[in-house]
C-alpha cells in the first residue's frame, strides 16, 4: 500500500475520475472490474490510484516512467499505420497481477519507485511530432488505470493530427470503457488466456471483463483492434483452448479481427517455464485459420507468419 508520505512527495496530485466517496474517509474507485475500497493515505491494487483527504488522486497523471519510439508492429498492429514509427509511452503501475509480466520492472512498481518524468499531455504530441510519429500508443504498462492522461493526451493529440493506440488488458468496467475508449484509435487487447482458471490463478482477474470490452470495441466504437494472445507451455497452449478463443472471437467479433500469436519467455515470477516452441505458434496460427479467421500472425519468433521479432 502506498502511504501518505509517499503522497507527500507528488506536489501537483492530479483528483482522479471514476470514484465515489465512502463512509470514514474511503473511497471507491470503479475504473476497473477490481472496485478497489481504499482507506486513507492508501493506494489501490493498481498503487498509482490514492486516497488523500477523502479524495482519489492519479499518481500517474503527466509522470511516464518510460518513453520509447517503436514499429506500430511491435504494439501488435499489423493493419493500422503499417511500416510507421510510434511514439510510446508508460507509467508505473498494473491493475492485474500477472505472474509472467515481461514489464514487471514498472509494472510491478509504484509510482516513487520509478523514475519519471513530467510531461504535460499536451507535450506528447509535439514530442512525437519531434520524432516523426504519426501516433502515440498508451503502452508497457495497463493504460487504463492512468486513463485520465489518456484522454487528456488524445484530446491534444487529436488537435495536432496524431493518432492515439491503448495497448491494454480489456480490464476495464463498463462506467469507464466510452469515457476513455471514445477518444482512442486503435487498440490491441491482451487476452491472456481462455480459462477462467488461468486468469484467476496466474493474473489475479478475470476472463468475462475482458470478453465484454472486445464486444463493446467490436459493437459499440469504430476503434481499429487487434488481439494479441501469449502462449506460455502447459498453462493456455492447449490446442482445444485455442479452438475454443479462435472460435469465441468468430462468433462474437467476426473473421476479420487480427489474432496474434506470441511467444512466451521466462520472467519475474514464471522462471520454471520454457521458451514457447515456434511449432505451437505454428500450430495455434493452423487452427486459428481454420476456425475461420482471416488475419493471423506470430510474434516474438522468426517465421513467415510472424507479426515483429
Not at 479452438?243 to 522462471?271: M, Y
Request: charged share 20%; hydrophobic share 35%.
Amino acid at each position: 500500500m502506498q502511504d501518505l508520505k509517499i503522497l507527500q512527495n507528488h506536489t501537483e496530485l492530479h483528483e482522479a475520475r471514476w470514484w465515489e466517496p465512502e463512509p470514514n474517509g474511503r473511497v471507491h474507485c470503479y475504473l476497473c472490474p477490481r472496485h478497489c475500497h481504499i482507506g486513507e493515505g492508501q493506494g489501490g491494487f493498481c498503487f498509482i490510484r490514492v486516497n488523500q483527504g477523502g479524495k482519489l488522486y492519479s499518481l500517474g497523471y503527466a509522470s511516464p516512467a518510460a518513453l520509447q519510439i517503436d514499429p506500430i508492429e511491435k504494439k501488435p498492429l499489423n493493419h493500422f499505420l503499417p511500416g510507421t514509427k510510434v511514439f510510446s509511452l508508460g507509467t508505473a503501475g498494473c491493475n492485474m497481477g500477472c505472474f509472467f509480466c515481461q514489464n514487471w520492472d514498472i509494472s510491478k512498481s509504484r509510482s516513487d519507485q520509478v523514475h519519471s518524468t513530467h510531461i504535460p499531455p499536451e507535450d506528447v504530441p509535439q514530442l512525437a511530432l519531434h520524432y516523426g510519429c504519426p501516433s502515440i500508443a498508451f503502452t508497457y504498462n495497463e493504460p487504463t488505470i492512468w486513463g485520465e492522461y489518456v484522454v487528456d493526451i488524445c484530446r491534444a493529440a487529436r488537435e495536432r493530427g496524431l493518432r492515439t493506440v491503448m495497448v491494454s488488458n480489456g480490464y476495464i468496467t463498463r462506467e469507464a470503457f466510452h469515457d476513455i475508449y471514445d477518444h482512442v484509435d486503435a487498440a490491441n487487447i491482451d487476452l491472456k488466456a481462455f480459462t477462467e482458471n488461468f486468469y484467476g490463478k496466474t493474473t489475479l482477474t478475470h476472463l468475462q471483463p475482458v470478453l465484454e470490452t472486445l464486444q463493446w470495441l467490436k459493437n459499440e466504437t469504430n476503434v481499429w483492434f487487434e488481439i494479441t494472445n501469449l502462449m506460455i507451455p502447459t498453462l493456455n497452449d492447449d490446442p482445444g483452448e485455442t479452438r475454443r478463443l479462435a472460435e469465441w472471437i468468430l462468433e462474437h467479433l467476426g473473421p476479420d479481427v487480427p489474432l496474434h500469436f506470441t511467444a512466451f519467455h521466462p520472467d519475474f515470477k514464471l522462471q520454471d517455464k520454457p521458451r514457447t516452441p515456434p511449432e505451437t505458434l505454428h500450430r495455434a496460427r493452423s487452427i486459428a485459420r481454420e476456425v475461420g479467421l482471416h488475419y493471423v500472425y506470430e510474434g516474438n519468433i522468426f517465421s513467415d507468419g510472424a507479426s515483429y521479432i
